[in-house]
């Protein structure tokens, strides 16, 4: 993943969250904002209840390998908080439920989830 494609300022982050609707799905929280930009941005939050900071660095790494995998529509910041429940979950299971909610919200391009 670009470090283009990545929010890191706190003050974006806490923007995002602040002024847009959360979106629930599983173990996920996601909070979209839409713009005019001509690229996308996601930010991961994985909080302290997760686990140490071994884990914790673990589940963002698998995030950022899994957002890599597919192309994504432009205009839109993104942030995913982790629930604690992922960590009774596979790769495979991380992998389908975030692609599906990231499908849902259309923001993967493309007609079908694959």
């Excluded at 003050?11 to 005019?36: A, G």
């Excluded at 960590?87 to 923001?107: A, G, I, P, Q």
């Amino acid at each position: 993943m670009n470090k283009e494609h990545i929010v890191k300022n706190n003050l974006d982050f806490q923007r995002i969250i602040k002024k847009n609707k959360p979106y629930k799905y599983k173990d996920y929280i996601l909070y979209i904002e839409r713009n005019n930009e001509n690229n996308y941005r996601f930010g991961f939050s994985v909080g302290k209840k997760i686990g140490k900071a071994v884990i914790r660095n673990k589940v963002k790494r698998q995030l950022r390998h899994i957002v890599s995998k597919k192309d994504y529509q432009n205009g839109f910041n993104c942030i995913i908080i982790v629930g604690s429940n992922v960590l009774n979950k596979t790769y495979k299971e991380m992998e389908k439920n975030l692609l599906e909610v990231l499908f849902k919200n259309n923001l993967i391009k493309g007609e079908k989830n694959e």
